[in-house]
């Protein structure tokens, strides 16, 4: 079992930044690929970023190509993501969840957080 929990949302003005963490307790944290998802209401969860085991490898959304930034301290258990240039359309409840790699689909992660809310005023 591998507890999750993010913190780090908010509310924010467009154009502003937010930096999301994602601590990890219970099996070991690198045993993992991380990703943050998430999901707008009425919209389908979408997967934005997510990171290897071992932090080699990123995988973004064109969404946020440019602007979010993945990264992982296995020392820490925490992974992050770095918002810049926040639009209204990354309104959304962010999740970070735990899985088999950066290319696992959105429904195969195996553990997840409970989520933190991310809105961006116009």
């Known amino acids: 079992q591998v507890q999750l929990v993010e913190s780090g949302g908010g509310l924010v003005q467009a154009g502003g930044s937010l930096r999301l963490s994602c601590a990890a307790s219970g099996r070991a944290f690198s045993d993992y690929a991380m990703a943050w998802i998430r999901q707008a209401p009425g919209e389908e969860r979408e997967s934005v970023a997510a990171?290897?085991?071992?932090?080699?490898?990123?995988v973004y959304a064109d969404s946020v190509k440019g602007r979010f930034t993945i990264s992982r301290s296995n020392a820490k258990s925490t992974v992050y993501l770095q918002m810049n240039s926040l639009q209204p359309e990354d309104t959304a409840v962010y999740y970070c969840?735990?899985?088999?790699?950066?290319?696992?689909?959105?429904?195969?992660?195996?553990?997840w957080g409970q989520g933190t809310q991310v809105t961006v005023s116009s």
């Open positions: 990171i290897s085991w071992g932090g080699g490898r990123t």
């Open positions: 969840a735990a899985g088999a790699t950066v290319f696992t689909p959105v429904d195969g992660y195996n553990y």
